[in-house]
């Protein structure tokens, strides 16, 4: 028995929940936000360098690209506008096996992600390697749409998203933590979702 007003009428936390960060809301479906307009860049248009500073490593065209390992990876997604997608399914390049193909360890303890339209972020090495990332080619079994970042976009799925740089064309080793894009407008420069990392100055 219950006594009267001793029942909260709470739910108890759900597997779901537990996966939810702080701030977050669950989306069923796929918001499209860009920095400016969506480029529309052909897959024999398509190159992907390796660069260390200014140096190119090595480049990729996409067939050469498309050559190499291919992984799938189902994971989260975390918006920095506060939604969270469960399960997407990638399928792509870890960083891992394009520098093994590189035949290169990481040089540097930052990168800066690189775009076609201009669009840049940094990330910790460290946040690229070890499975933690890949350039993803495909989405749900299919090329990965222009508005979603086709035909390769950068997946950093334990960051916010707006890390996962759409559009990308390369990654630069750096030896410094250099701000990107978002970054220099006020955006935090690691961006953990479960820290609530947002903005300059959140903890």
Known sequence: MVTRGFSSGRKP????DARIPPGQYLEQGFPVLSAGP???VRAEEWSFTLKHGPRPIKKWNWTEFNALPLTRMTRDI?????????DTAWQGVLVDDILADAGIEPLSPFTLALSFD???????????????????LLYE????????GGPARLLVPHLYFWKS????????????????????????IYGDPWREQRYTGDP
Not at 13 to 16: E, G, H, I
Not at 78 to 86: D, E, G, M, R, Y
Request: hydrophobic share 30%.
């Open 13 to 16: 936390p759900t597997d779901a």
């Open 38 to 40: 969506t480029p529309h």
């Open 78 to 86: 975390h918006c920095v506008t506060a939604w969270t997608k469960f």
């Open 118 to 136: 201009g669009y840049t972020t940094n990330v910790p090495t460290k946040d690229l390697t070890a499975g933690k990332a890949m350039v993803a």
């Open 141 to 148: 079994g299919k090329p990965i749409t222009p508005d979603h």
């Open 165 to 188: 740089a759409k559009w990308l064309n390369g990654l630069q080793f750096t030896e410094r933590d250099e701000p990107g894009f978002w970054e220099l407008r006020g955006y935090h």
